[in-house]
């Protein structure tokens, strides 16, 4: 079983920038959450997508945005880049019940 | 508001000492509680949870936890620590969102060394 992959690994972006970032979810999961996590920080929600629609959106402005697709894989989509939406962007899957988040291993976004 | 507080941000232990990090926790509601950890680079692998029943729940990696409710709190406990254990760990809330899981709140992190 893959788990949940992300991709890329790495990314690098200028200020103004636009950016996607991808997630497979576990195989059997529909549920997909996206967390940021600045560096010594725990992570935060940014939203959580279940059946193509945002389910829950925790304080991230509207410049990050987000999709899931039929396969259950979700995009997240940041606008606008700023110096502090430099992070590990990590996505992480679920069934609605039970209810356990298994996490991919991230994506570090760099903002120059 | 919900909220997770872990009071340490940096524990060193020997090699075969136990361990115990400090978890509490603001929830209004019983609440799902959860212990990650993660190596550096790396994103989070869940070592055990707390649903409901037996207040002391065994994980991973000889890990166990118990929730105290009354001490809001939901410490992570190992006997004897391996070398391999050196990572940061994080606790954190689930809200019960319409019976199912909504987000998790995680505290700031406890970042674990362990000395030879």
């Known amino acids: 079983d893959a788990g949940v992959t992300q991709s890329p690994t790495h990314l690098i972006k200028t200020r103004g920038q636009q950016v996607t970032l991808r997630c497979s979810p576990k195989?059997?999961?529909?549920?997909v959450s996206w967390y940021q996590q600045a560096l010594g920080q725990g992570p935060q929600f940014i939203f959580q997508?279940?059946?193509?629609?945002?389910?829950q959106r925790g304080n991230f402005p509207d410049r990050f945005s987000g999709h899931q697709f039929p396969n259950y894989s979700s995009e997240l989509n940041v606008n606008a880049l700023l110096l502090g939406d430099s992070a590990l962007y990590l996505c992480?899957?679920?069934?609605?019940?039970?209810?356990?988040?298994?996490f991919g291993s991230g994506t570090q976004l760099s903002v120059l | 508001a919900q909220s997770v507080t872990q009071p340490d941000i940096h524990i060193t232990v020997s090699e075969g000492a136990s361990l115990e990090l400090r978890c509490n926790y603001s929830y209004g509601a019983t609440p799902y509680l959860f212990w990650y950890v993660q190596s550096p680079g790396q994103g989070l692998q869940l070592l055990l949870k707390y649903f409901s029943g037996d207040t002391l729940v065994q994980g991973i990696k000889g890990f166990e936890a118990e929730f105290k409710r009354s001490q809001s709190s939901f410490n992570l406990r190992k006997p004897s620590v391996h070398w391999s254990d050196a990572a940061e760990y994080f606790c954190a809330v689930g809200e019960n969102y319409g019976g199912s899981q909504g987000n998790l709140i995680f505290g700031k992190g406890t970042k674990l060394s362990v000395k030879p």
């Open positions: 997508y279940y059946e193509e629609e945002e389910r």
């Open positions: 992480a899957s679920s069934q609605r019940l039970p209810l356990s988040l298994i």
């Open positions: 195989s059997g999961h529909d549920t």
